[in-house]
């Protein structure tokens, strides 16, 4: 009987261990949660917002947006394989004086001799043969340049030799390698070498009065 | 269980060998220098490093001039930054070399396995600091580093299950502050530059006050010279400022410091997600190596599978700068050359580790078995007779 009744002392306080720790991990968890919060940053990430967390109009709201640029006149951009630089300003939402945060997006437009489906005119239902990219790379978001003759990528930009159908401008980044083609008539930006896992970030761009306009970049990626 | 793992804690902590301070007895073996001088650059880089923090102005628009300021008007500010720099890069090599040492001679084999693991993961520290460090001077290789290291993460969201918590994207996020580089980025990286050398310092003077080990073995010539090199140096050699900072403007080619450009090199060849999982994987072998090698030999000779590894990662280390250095890669040729030496090296590790084996299986069973003493009394008679 004794030795029953030493068993379950034991067991009582064992489970009283138990049920009082319970409460003190939670209490550690709820001190610990606000800190791994204060590493956040008060902005929002613009790395796209996870589906249907939240209602539409809200996601609308916090995206990053810019106010429309104008890059070019259209005779600027005449000649093929002309190239214009520009620089997109994105603004942030953001918990500051002035409510909106500023980044720059540097972007180029190219003036093809064909033309393509770019999704960033009129959605890719119309043909265009001027294609508008973001310069972030893909990649790890180092600025790539548009290189109009070919044969500096051969020598600077790790040496890839284009087959000969693709010996024309071509968009290179100096970090890692990466070589895009801006003319690809099935994917504007198509990845021709590097570890790119994808084609640039395109603008939204429209033709106002024979000017070209940039309203938006395409969402998503860290810059 | 618990009982087996507080033993082995335990045993490990009185061996402990943080600075090649139980290691020998005399200090004359360069190679068994190196624990102290770890420590002694340490000490430099901290002191010359609150030194700097005086003048030091950590935003955007005035961190560069507050360097040139540092650099060439303030009295020996030249010679302040070069004793942070190059006594950072003093620490940095003598933790490798010392990884190297203790790696090649088997010294992480038992008692010495926490040894190991945390002067490997001290490595892996100093590198952050090192990171973190360069990136205060806001020049282009420090933006451009930092960038390169810190999209890197974003790809770990591509990991199937885990990535669906988008924990790679939150650590870039926490470390840049922001959706992009920008003042958050250096307010934190000056914090975790600061943070983590001076944390770590807290620890490890504590365990010098609880072991009772002297803290400075060396020589007061080795000291000295220690001192002078890095003085002379910093005069000879200035720390080099580079160009401020442009967002808008990729230089070509893409460097940071020389300890990370073999990584650099790496990233180029690898698709974004293993350029995320390839360094974790190095870290954690060599973090587990104690664990994987369970021979029993410590002489290179005796464990030829992971010496061979060693030697590989030494060579590709090397090759790799020297590629970035000179900017020469083709990136669809270049990767499938890589992969297929590494293969070729760790099947010859392979095959060497099976022949020794055999070999040394053969030998025990070539060698006499002790015979009963009934046995050696009755031996010499037959000898004696021939």
């Given at each position: 009987m004794a030795e029953e009744q030493k068993a379950k002392d034991v067991n009582r306080r064992t489970f009283l261990q138990v049920v009082a720790s319970i409460p003190a991990l939670g209490a550690l968890a709820a001190f610990a949660a606000p800190l791994l919060r204060y590493l956040k940053p008060n902005l929002d990430p613009g790395l796209g917002v996870p589906q249907g967390r939240f209602p539409p109009d809200l996601i609308e709201g916090d995206l990053p947006r810019g106010e429309p640029l104008p890059i070019a006149r259209v005779e600027e951009l005449s000649e093929p394989w002309s190239s214009k630089f520009f620089v997109f300003t994105q603004k942030y939402p953001q918990y500051t004086p002035e409510q909106a945060r500023a980044f720059t997006v540097p972007g180029v437009a190219i003036k093809l001799p064909w033309k393509v489906r770019f999704p960033g005119y009129r959605e890719g239902k119309e043909p265009t043969d001027i294609v508008v990219f973001s310069r972030i790379c893909p990649h790890l978001g180092c600025i790539f340049n548009y290189v109009p003759d070919w044969r500096e990528i051969t020598a600077g930009y790790g040496g890839y030799m284009p087959p000969p159908e693709r010996r024309h401008g071509l968009l290179g980044c100096p970090c890692h390698l990466s070589i895009y083609d801006p003319a690809d008539r099935d994917l504007p930006g198509r990845v021709l070498s590097g570890p790119a896992p994808r084609p640039p970030r395109y603008f939204v761009y429209e033709v106002r009065n024979e000017v070209i306009v940039v309203t938006a970049v395409e969402p998503g990626g860290i810059a | 269980m618990w009982e087996r793992l507080r033993e082995w804690f335990s045993e490990r902590k009185q061996k402990l060998d943080l600075f090649d301070e139980t290691n020998v007895e005399r200090y004359d073996n360069p190679l068994y220098l190196l624990g102290q001088i770890v420590y002694f650059s340490w000490i430099v880089v901290i002191a010359s490093g609150v030194l700097l923090m005086i003048w030091y102005e950590p935003t955007t628009h005035g961190a560069y001039n507050s360097i040139l300021r540092i650099q060439h008007e303030i009295p020996l500010g030249w010679l302040i930054r070069g004793m942070h720099k190059y006594g950072a890069d003093m620490l940095i090599i003598a933790i490798t070399l010392r990884i190297y040492r203790m790696y090649f001679?088997?010294?992480?084999?038992?008692?010495?396995?926490?040894?190991?693991?945390?002067?490997?993961?001290?490595?892996?520290?100093?590198?952050?600091?090192?990171?973190?460090?360069?990136?205060?001077?806001?020049?282009?290789?420090?933006?451009?580093?930092?960038?390169?290291?810190?999209?890197?993460?974003?790809?770990?969201?591509?990991?199937?299950?885990?990535?669906?918590?988008?924990?790679?994207?939150?650590?870039?996020?926490?470390?840049?502050?922001?959706?992009?580089?920008?003042?958050?980025?250096?307010?934190?990286?000056?914090?975790?530059?600061?943070?983590?050398?001076?944390?770590?310092?807290?620890?490890?003077?504590?365990?010098?006050?609880?072991?009772?080990?002297?803290?400075?073995?060396?020589?007061?010539?080795?000291?000295?010279?220690?001192?002078?090199?890095?003085?002379?140096?910093?005069?000879?050699?200035?720390?080099?400022?580079?160009?401020?900072?442009?967002?808008?403007?990729?230089?070509?080619?893409?460097?940071?410091?020389?300890?990370?450009?073999?990584?650099?090199?790496?990233?180029?060849?690898?698709?974004?997600?293993?350029?995320?999982?390839?360094?974790?994987?190095?870290?954690?072998?060599?973090?587990?190596?104690?664990?994987?090698?369970?021979?029993?030999?410590?002489?290179?000779?005796?464990?030829?599978?992971?010496?061979?590894?060693?030697?590989?990662?030494?060579?590709?280390?090397?090759?790799?700068?020297?590629?970035?250095?000179?900017?020469?890669?083709?990136?669809?040729?270049?990767?499938?050359?890589?992969?297929?030496?590494?293969?070729?090296?760790?099947?010859?590790?392979?095959?060497?580790?099976?022949?020794?084996?055999?070999?040394?299986?053969?030998?025990?069973?070539?060698?006499?078995?002790?015979?009963?003493?009934?046995?050696?009394?009755?031996r010499p008679a037959p000898s004696s007779g021939a």
């Open positions: - | 001679l088997g010294e992480y084999k038992r008692p010495n396995e926490l040894s190991w693991m945390i002067l490997f993961g001290s490595l892996v520290l100093a590198m952050i600091s090192g990171l973190t460090g360069y990136l205060l001077i806001w020049n282009q290789r420090a933006f451009w580093a930092a960038k390169v290291v810190l999209t890197v993460a974003v790809y770990l969201d591509q990991l199937p299950l885990i990535g669906q918590t988008r924990f790679g994207s939150a650590i870039a996020f926490a470390f840049l502050g922001g959706p992009a580089e920008g003042q958050g980025t250096l307010t934190r990286f000056y914090a975790i530059h600061f943070g983590i050398s001076v944390l770590l310092l807290i620890l490890v003077e504590l365990y010098f006050l609880f072991t009772r080990r002297k803290r400075f073995n060396l020589s007061p010539t080795a000291l000295v010279i220690l001192l002078v090199m890095l003085v002379v140096t910093s005069w000879i050699f200035p720390a080099e400022m580079g160009r401020r900072a442009d967002p808008n403007r990729t230089p070509l080619p893409i460097l940071s410091d020389w300890y990370f450009l073999a990584l650099y090199q790496y990233v180029k060849y690898t698709p974004p997600l293993w350029a995320g999982l390839g360094p974790g994987l190095l870290i954690a072998y060599g973090m587990l190596v104690p664990f994987l090698d369970r021979s029993k030999g410590r002489r290179p000779s005796e464990r030829p599978f992971f010496t061979v590894v060693g030697i590989m990662a030494l060579t590709y280390f090397l090759v790799f700068t020297a590629l970035i250095l000179f900017n020469i890669a083709v990136i669809g040729r270049d990767p499938h050359i890589v992969l297929v030496l590494t293969a070729l090296t760790l099947t010859l590790g392979f095959v060497l580790e099976v022949r020794y084996r055999r070999k040394v299986r053969a030998a025990e069973a070539a060698m006499p078995r002790p015979a009963p003493r009934a046995a050696v009394a009755a």
